[in-house]
């Protein structure tokens, strides 16, 4: 039978494992992540292959996870429009896709419990208590990495917006400044970004679809600041709602939002260069210096200890 100290180094070698295998994974994914763009493009360009287990199993799935999420949207208004909120602020926006959210967390609390806990009990490989401790820990994890999962996405996808958006507005800047309008330049702007900046442009046809349905500028540029919750997209669209307002020029008030823009990013670059030295500073002590002192204070320890021996 499993013993508790068996079971503690049961559970640091898997957290040490599944930590390393993660970091691994991240680096893979970082440094092949422009073949992984082309060769998806790629694929959106090829024909659409028809059959296919792969593609049967998918849909399958698909189709399961709504029926499953059905039942744990919430009946409260308010909060099924926070949650869909967070999910759009994510870069998810497909008409199933709180349903297929929940349906995927809610599998996620079931099976992790069974595939930690109950599988080794029933295998005799663990106490009840033991595996009912271990369940609820695993369905707790089940439970909240959909809402760890959204946030990071979010986290993500701000960081990419807000990186993209001053060299969109340079480009925005450069076309009206020619003598292009507004729409046209949105759109040139737009379609020089798919390769770049895939995300800002995602949300620019967005926008411009809303134009075209009859919303200005400003108020779509509005809804892309609520869709993204980034300031400076509120700014921005502050500026071009100020413009159409007033009926003054938006060329020059977007070169000084772009300049203050461009200004901003360089300044978290800065920071987040400053902490830099700080953010070493843990894992300099936590792994280089005992190594150090070992080799540095072990000869003398040892000498000392062999002293102390030789008096007695």
């Known amino acids: 039978m499993i013993t508790a100290h068996d079971l503690l180094c049961m559970l640091v070698f898997l957290a040490v494992f599944l930590g390393t295998t993660g970091t691994g994974a991240l680096v893979l994914y970082r440094l092949y ?31 399961a996870l709504p029926k499953l999420g059905a039942l744990m949207l919430p009946g409260n208004a308010e909060k099924l429009a926070r949650l869909k909120a967070r999910l759009t602020q994510a870069g998810i926006y497909g008409p199933n896709a709180l349903s297929i959210f929940l349906g995927a967390q809610l599998i996620l609390t079931f099976v992790l419990p069974l595939t930690a806990g109950v599988t080794p009990y029933l295998l005799d490989m663990l106490e009840w208590n033991y595996a009912l401790m271990i369940g609820m ?14 946030d990071y996405q979010r986290n993500v996808r701000q960081n990419e917006l807000r990186r993209a958006l001053p060299d969109a507005l340079d480009m925005l ?13 949105l759109q040139r702007v737009t379609a020089e970004l798919q390769v770049a ?8 046809n967005i926008v411009q679809r809303e134009v075209q349905l009859g919303l200005s500028v400003g ?28 009926g003054a020029g938006s060329v020059k008030a977007l070169r000084q939002h772009s300049d203050s823009c461009r200004l901003e ?26 190594a150090i002192f ?14 102390f021996s030789k008096m007695k």
């Open 219 to 246: 108020e779509a540029m509005k809804k892309f600041g609520e869709r993204c919750e980034l300031e400076e997209v509120r700014n921005l669209a502050a500026v071009i709602l100020q413009s159409e307002r007033f």
């Open 33 to 63: 992540g422009d073949n992984r763009k082309a060769l998806a493009r790629l694929r959106d360009l090829a024909p659409a292959s028809k059959g296919g287990t792969e593609a049967g199993v998918g849909e399958m799935a698909l189709s």
């Open 294 to 307: 070992i080799v540095i204070l072990g000869p003398a320890a040892y000498q000392i200890a062999d002293a």
């Open 173 to 185: 800047v450069l076309c009206m400044e020619a003598g292009v309008s507004m729409l046209a330049a």
């Open 137 to 150: 820990m695993a369905g707790g994890i089940g439970l909240f990495t959909g809402s760890f999962w959204v």
């Open 197 to 204: 900046h895939p995300s800002l442009a995602r949300e620019m």
């Open 265 to 290: 990013r360089q300044q978290k670059a800065e920071e987040k260069a400053q902490k830099a030295a700080v953010k070493i500073l843990f894992p300099t002590l936590l792994c280089i210096f005992p």
